[in-house]
């Protein structure tokens, strides 16, 4: 083996330590560069695995219903029988029952995950395992945990709420942020900020929390059809009420707890802390919903529980906030360290660390054309990646591997600029190009019928320059960033105060 591929190997390796994704090859398409990572064919055997574990949940349950349903009217003297399109038939009622409280969820996790968003691929796969594998791995371990603080003989009519207060909180906990550490693991240099794990573990939780609803949801309905003969109606609007609506804050609140102790962990230098961060978390994920399902066995008062959670939602929400703001302080110091070296322009850092400003240039660029949208969109992803980079090399997480990374990400921006929006100051979101009569042109022009005609025909000029991206590898590289210090003296008024430095 020739010391060039030897060097290669030990560079490779040295990036794959810290947590870098290697360096990307320009004459490699994007489908080659997808089909030989090996974190892909990991997600396809993630999300094949989810899809197997629900087929094999919803087979359980309709075998455990049928069975429940036979026995239990058989014991009074009415036998009914549950066939498998009445079980299917509640099963789906119930998942459409349950898909209201998942969409607003799921939506919300979305848009908390904005400042350095991670893949949707990643949130896919924490919401397939919340709602699938962990669901069948709880309902294994909390029914075989049960039998161990049940009593023999008789029975023990408490069993069943010993089982929800003292091991279903442990149990669900640990089968939801499974799938967190698992993504902490492959993505640890992308995970940097709460508003990162937070919404990958409420996703799980979220995921977690649908499929157990329509569990409770179709169980409800069947029982009331077959075996108490109440009125069903009734008794499912209210567990509707009562678990899609008040009490649905309960999974993803707990399950934030664990990501916190992992971003926490992550950020740290000491072995030690990685360790006891992340397991303080799940601690205090497993106790907050211990004394949840203790106060809903014991009280059983809607109102009360509803009044906890608005509670412990604000105070989440406002620590969020604060977090939010400590991210943006950070983004504008870090790209600051680029304008000062001359690699940014003076207006990125204030353009770029503010949300509704990444939106309106999200927005603009989308309506003038694809290769403008996707040259924005990853010029915003690449200042984002390039700050907290250079904030782990400060505080010493990452070391010489960040450094090739770092002037790929310089190379990649100089490329994008030209075509790329990068500046809100006088933009306006609709192209002024935007004109009846070029709408009507441009719709004339894709009829088949008027393509061959003679004329010109009028096309919406893009704003936000031209020419075509320019592989990193054609610009003259950067002089050396290596050794430069961190600011220490506040750039200007107009930048966001540090916080946390």
């Not at 038939?89 to 607003?104: D, G, K, Q, S």
């Not at 990643?122 to 945990?145: C, Q, R």
């Not at 207006?347 to 927005?363: E, G, H, I, V, Y």
């Amino acid at each position: 083996m020739s010391m060039t591929a030897l060097s290669e190997q030990a560079v490779a390796y040295q990036r794959a330590a810290a947590g870098l994704p290697e360096a990307v090859d320009p004459t490699e398409t994007w489908w080659r560069r997808r089909i030989r990572s090996p974190y892909t064919w990991a997600a396809v055997a993630l999300l094949l695995l989810s899809a197997a574990c629900f087929v094999v949940f919803y087979y359980l349950m309709r075998d455990t219903l049928i069975e429940q349903v036979a026995e239990v009217t058989s014991e009074v003297g009415q036998p009914q029988e549950l066939t498998k399109n009445q079980y299917a038939e509640a099963f789906w009622m119930a998942a459409r029952l349950a898909l209201p409280t998942l969409a607003v969820y799921v939506a919300l996790f979305f848009a908390i995950d904005r400042l350095r968003p991670t893949s949707a691929l990643a949130k896919l796969i924490a919401l397939a395992w919340g709602g699938s594998v962990s669901v069948l791995a709880s309902l294994e371990l909390n029914t075989w945990m049960g039998t161990l603080v049940g009593v023999q003989g008789a029975g023990d009519p408490g069993s069943g709420d010993r089982t929800a207060i003292f091991v279903a909180p442990f149990v669900e906990e640990m089968a939801k942020c499974t799938i967190v550490f698992l993504l902490a693991i492959a993505l640890r240099y992308r995970l940097v900020t709460p508003l990162q794990t937070i919404p990958l573990a409420g996703l799980s939780a979220v995921g977690f929390a649908f499929t157990e609803n329509i569990l409770y949801y179709s169980r409800i309905w069947i029982y009331t059809t077959k075996i108490t003969g109440q009125n069903p109606a009734e008794m499912l609007h209210s567990t509707v009420m009562a678990r899609g609506l008040f009490l649905s804050w309960g999974h993803p609140l707990f399950t934030s707890c664990v990501a916190i102790g992992l971003i926490i962990g992550i950020r740290q230098q000491s072995k030690l802390a990685r360790i006891l961060c992340p397991l303080a978390g799940f601690l205090m994920a497993a106790t907050g919903h211990m004394m949840f399902n203790g106060l809903a066995t014991v009280i059983g008062d809607l109102s009360s529980m509803t009044f906890l959670g608005v509670m412990l939602l604000l105070s989440l929400v406002g620590w969020l906030l604060r977090q939010l703001a400590r991210e943006r302080s950070q983004l504008a110091w870090r790209l600051d360290d680029y304008v000062r070296a001359g690699y940014l322009t003076e207006r990125d850092p204030l353009t770029f660390c503010l949300l509704k400003n990444r939106a309106k240039l999200w927005l603009a660029s989308l309506l003038r054309g694809w290769r403008i949208w996707r040259a924005t969109s990853h010029f915003i992803g690449d200042l984002s990646e390039l700050a907290y980079l250079r904030s782990a090399t400060i505080r010493g997480l990452v070391d010489e591997p960040g450094i090739a990374r770092e002037r790929e990400l310089l190379f990649d921006l100089e490329a994008r600029r030209p075509l790329a929006l990068t500046d809100v100051e006088g933009l306006r979101v609709k192209p002024e190009t935007w004109t009846i009569a070029n709408m009507k042109a441009r719709v004339l022009g894709w009829l088949p019928w008027t393509r061959n005609r003679g004329g010109a025909i009028a096309n919406p000029v893009s704003s936000g320059g031209g020419g075509h991206p320019v592989p990193a590898g054609r610009y003259p590289a950067p002089t050396s960033m290596n050794g430069y210090p961190p600011p220490t003296a506040r750039p200007g008024n107009n930048y966001p105060a540090p916080m946390g430095r």
